[in-house]
C-alpha cells in the first residue's frame, strides 16, 4: 500500500522562500557536523601516517558511502513520487533497492581493496592484501548498510513531515555518511592492524 500524501496541498512548497527556509537550517546543522569528520581524521592521523596505504581508502570510503546512501534515497523519493512503493519491509521494490546497494558496494570496495594494494607497491608501503580487502569489505559494508537505512529513514521522515524528500535527503545522507565512513573506516583498520 503506498504512503499518502500528508499534505496534499504541496505547490507552495516550490517557492524560493520555502527551500531557503527548510533548507538553510539543516545545511548549517551538516555543516557543522561535516567539521567532525575532518576533526576526527586529524586525530587519527598517525594512523594513517603510519600506513600509507589507507589514505587511498579514506576518500573512496567517505565518497561512496554517501552516493550509495544517496542512490537509495533518490530511488526511495522519486518512487513516493509515483506512487508506487510503501515503507513495508516486505516490499519487494525496497528489498531489491537494498539488494542492489548492497552488491554494489560489495564490488566496489572489492576493487578498492584491489587498487589500494597496487597503489601500496607503487608507493613503496605495501600491506597484506587480505589486511586491505578486510579493512576495505568490512568498513564498506558497514557504512553501505548505515547508508542505506540512513537513507530509508530520511525519506521516510522528510516526507511524513510534509518536506520534498528530493531536498532534503541527499544533503543529509552524504554529510553523515562522510563522518561515519571515516569512524568506521579508522575504527576497522585499527581492529585489524
Excluded at 80 to 90: A, E, Q, V
Excluded at 96 to 112: D, R
Excluded at 135 to 147: E, M, N, T
Amino acid at each position: 500500500m503506498p504512503v499518502s500524501d500528508p499534505s496534499p496541498n504541496r505547490v507552495d512548497t516550490w517557492s524560493v522562500g520555502h527551500i531557503v527556509r527548510t533548507m538553510a537550517p539543516l545545511l548549517l546543522v551538516l555543516s557543522v557536523l561535516e567539521l567532525g569528520s575532518g576533526l576526527v581524521l586529524e586525530s587519527l592521523q598517525s594512523t594513517y601516517l603510519g600506513n600509507p596505504t589507507l589514505l587511498v581508502l579514506v576518500p573512496v570510503m567517505i565518497g561512496m558511502g554517501g552516493n550509495l546512501g544517496a542512490i537509495m534515497a533518490a530511488r526511495l523519493s522519486t518512487q513516493l513520487h509515483l506512487g508506487t512503493i510503501s515503507f513495508d519491509p516486505r516490499e519487494p521494490q525496497l528489498r531489491a533497492g537494498i539488494l542492489a546497494i548492497m552488491g554494489l558496494a560489495a564490488t566496489v570496495f572489492t576493487v578498492l581493496a584491489i587498487v589500494a594494494y597496487g597503489l601500496g607497491h607503487l608507493l613503496g608501503s605495501p600491506m597484506a592484501l587480505s589486511d586491505l580487502l578486510t579493512i576495505s569489505l568490512v568498513s564498506g559494508l558497514s557504512l553501505a548498510a548505515i547508508a542505506v537505512s540512513l537513507g530509508i529513514a530520511a525519506t521516510y521522515v522528510s516526507y511524513r513531515r510534509g518536506y520534498d524528500p528530493d531536498d532534503v535527503t541527499v544533503p543529509v545522507v552524504t554529510n553523515v555518511c562522510d563522518i561515519l565512513g571515516v569512524l568506521i573506516l579508522s575504527v576497522v583498520a585499527i581492529v585489524v592492524l
